[in-house]
Every structure is written in C-alpha cells, then in structure tokens.
C-alpha cells in the first residue's frame, strides 16, 4: 500500500512510465502470440511419417530410344506397367512398401476435391486416391491406436479411409465417423462407406486447419490397368519406404537398377526423391518467411530490452539520494533492493491489467496471425510468457544501476545532490 501511495504521489514522472509500459506490454504480447502459434502448430503432429521414404519420379522413353516399343509392339498399357514396376521394387531386399497414389502423397502441392454429404454436413474434402500400402509407407496412424493395419484393411475391403477431424469444430450433431456414408453430393448414387478413421493428417508443417479434411480412396488394378499412355506417368506417384538401417545411397543403386531391372516397357524411373528433400522444398517459402519474421522480432525484442533498461536505468540512478537517505535512516541494502524491484513489477502489473483487456480483444477480433483457434487458454499462455519477459527486462533495467546506488556511502551520494 505504501508503495501505491508513492507511485501516486509520483504519478506524473510515472504516468509517462505506465503508458510506455502499456504499449510496449501490447506489441510484444502480439510478437509472443504470433511466435507461440508458429512454434505450436509447426511442432504438432502431422500425422505422417517421411522417415526412410522416397518418391519416384517416372518418365516415358520417346521414339528416339533404341528400346522404345511402338502401340503395335506394345501389349500392355502405361498402368499395367506402373503395377509391374512396383511388383518388382517390391521384391527388392531394402524396400519395406510400395504405393502408388494420385494427388494424395505429403508436400506435393497438388490437390483433387471431392462435394460430399455426411448425415446433414455437406463438406468439400480433399480426394485421395491410393492403393492400400499407401498408409504403410507414409505410417497414418489409426485414431483408436492400432497403427496402420485398420486404414490398410479397409481400403482392401472396398471402403473409405478419412481424418479423425472431418467434421467440423461448431458440428453439434453426432460426432462419429466409422461406419457412416458419405453420399456424392453431384450422384447420390455414388456412396462411400467408412472403413477406417486415421488421426488428424495436415497439410504441411505451418498450416494447423487449412486443406487437412480428406477422403482416401482405393485405386483399383482395374482402374490402374485402364491408364493408358495419354495420361502421362508423372500424375501417378509411385512411393515407397525402405527398413530401418538402409544405406543413403539407395537412391542411386536404385538408378543403376533402373535400365535394366526396372524398365518395364516405355516406362523407367527418371530420379529418385529423397522425401526429406521434398519436404524441404515444399515449404521454403515458409521457412523464409519465419527466418525474416523472426528476425525482425529479435531486432524488436532488442530495442524493447533497450528502451526498458535505459528508463528504469535512468530511474534508478536519479534517485541515488533517496536511496542513499534510506540507508541513513536505518535501510538495508537488501530492502532497498527489494524495494525497487517492487515497485518496478507493481508499475509492470498496473499497465499489464489494461493490456490484458486489449491483447484479448485484439485476438478475439481475429486481427492476429497463424491458423491456431483463439481461445482463453491461448491468451493466457501468451499473456504469462509477455509478463515474465517484461519482468525479466525490468529486473535487468533495475539490476546494475541499483547495484551501485546501494554501494555508494550516504553522505557521498548526498554530497553529489
């Protein structure tokens, strides 16, 4: 209490004070939201495991080859070749799954959408279609926790896999996926019945809700015998996972292999992609993002760090008399101490009490950034972590001036005023 009265009595040197403080309290709250919801969502699960995987990339020989099989000498189309080519990267020793997929692989970028109705939810879901091994290559994991096998199993069977968090957040109806239809919203005729639920599978590593709802469908060797050689080889993605312990430098035995093992008509691996590397490509521009972003918070951080020292720097040693009266009149240096380290967190938390209403508002009107959903708990993660920064930086503003202005003799420090 005493401590308020002399901040009231005070209160036009620390009005200006309290006002910085508010603000500074508000912008570095906004830096800390925006880093906790891109550190937060980068660090979830993606629902996928790209360790020990490959994509491979196919191409066509042109007539120009000296193998190149004419339609007349042909007797098998382009997708009875691609299911020879994993038939036979299946059979080699390293090579633990083979898939082939189209527009459904991690970090490809390319998307086909499907309109669907699930009970009175009409939603418009990403369409993967794949064959069965495509959740043992990339690892989806079942959302009741047993692993990949039940995805595996119901495509095998006929029937749909989708994500754990198809529904939407607001859905109030009932909530459960497995066993349901799906319904075609454009042919009510074309129903999908859900075999298997997978846990939440994202995007990419930055996006928390966007594009992360989808449907996998079974690609069937029918279909894949129907693929003929106008659909060319590289909308087909053709995956796979080598065991544990592999050599790095599979992919290019795998390209040694290639002309003579691994040709099968036209069709022949043009390059072998380390998934790590796609992974990496893919979100460059996001990496580059967060780089600058992160850089331009340190610099901010700087100078709040500056700003702060400098005026509780200040502070303190203008008010080296007091301090030296205090200790004449009977003072520790300790209490002392103490006591500008009080009343410099009591200004901290009288701005914080009106920055808290603020920040919240600014949140709640969505005018931050990330894809993380606003909630209290969120606000108040960030809202701690601001206040220990803020107190961190007063702490060290206080620090070396008060530390010389308990040391200095009283009769000095008064002979200086």
Same mark, same amino acid.
């Given at each position: 209490?005493?401590?308020? &009265? ?62 190149? !099989? ?23 020793? *390293?090579?633990?799954?083979?898939? +082939? ?62 994500? *754990? ?6 859905? &109030? ?26 846990? &939440? ?57 290639? $002309? ?17 590397? +796609? ?26 760090? !500056? ?20 200790? $004449? ?25 009106? $920055? ?49 202005? +308990? ?11």
């Amino acid at each position: 209490m005493q401590l308020l &009265k002399q901040i009231w009595n005070e209160r036009r040197s620390n009005g200006w004070l309290w006002s910085e403080l508010l603000i500074v309290f508000v912008v570095l709250w906004y830096v800390v939201d925006w880093t906790y919801v891109t550190a937060r969502t980068y660090y979830e699960p993606v629902g996928f495991d790209i360790t020990d995987t490959y994509y491979l990339e196919l191409s066509l020989k042109n007539n120009k080859s000296d193998s190149y !099989l004419s339609k007349e000498q042909k007797n098998t189309t382009l997708g009875q070749d691609i299911t020879e080519l994993t038939n036979r990267l299946r059979r080699l020793p *390293e090579v633990e799954a083979v898939s +082939i997929s189209n527009n459904a692989r991690p970090y490809i970028g390319s998307n086909s959408g499907m309109m669907v109705r699930l009970d009175t939810l009409v939603s418009n879901p990403l369409n993967r279609a794949m064959t069965p091994d495509f959740f043992q290559v990339f690892r989806y994991q079942s959302a009741d926790g047993r692993g990949y096998e039940p995805l595996v199993q119901a495509l095998k069977n006929g029937n749909v896999v989708v994500g *754990e968090n198809f529904w939407r957040p607001d859905y &109030k109806g009932d909530r459960t996926l497995l066993g349901k239809n799906l319904v075609s919203v454009d042919d009510s005729t074309e129903v999908y019945k859900i075999g298997g639920v997978s846990a &939440k599978v994202r995007y990419n590593d930055f996006w928390a809700n966007y594009s992360d709802r989808y449907v996998a469908v079974a690609i069937t060797e029918k279909e894949m015998a129907e693929l003929d050689d106008e659909f060319y080889p590289s909308n087909v993605e053709v995956c796979l996972r080598v065991k544990p312990g592999t050599s790095t430098d599979f992919p290019e035995r795998l390209m040694k292999l290639s $002309a003579s093992q691994l040709s099968v008509g036209n069709l022949f691996i043009l390059k072998v992609h380390d998934y790590e590397d +796609i992974r990496n490509d893919f979100q460059q521009g996001s990496y580059n993002q967060v780089q600058v972003r992160f850089w331009m918070m340190g610099f901010l951080l700087l100078n709040i760090l !500056l700003g702060i020292v400098g005026i509780f720097w200040f502070r303190t040693q203008h008010r080296r008399a007091e301090s030296a009266l205090r200790i $004449a009149v009977g003072s520790s240096r300790m209490q002392l101490w103490q006591r500008l380290n009080k009343e410099g967190l009591l200004l901290l938390t009288l701005a914080a009490l009106p $920055a808290a209403v603020i920040c919240y508002n600014i949140g709640y009107l969505d005018l931050t950034g990330g894809y993380l959903e606003w909630g209290v708990v969120r606000f108040l993660i960030t809202f701690a972590i601001t206040y220990f920064l803020m107190t961190l930086m007063i702490l060290i503003g206080i620090w070396f001036p008060a530390r010389q202005a +308990i040391r200095i003799h009283p009769a000095e420090a008064l002979r200086e005023e």
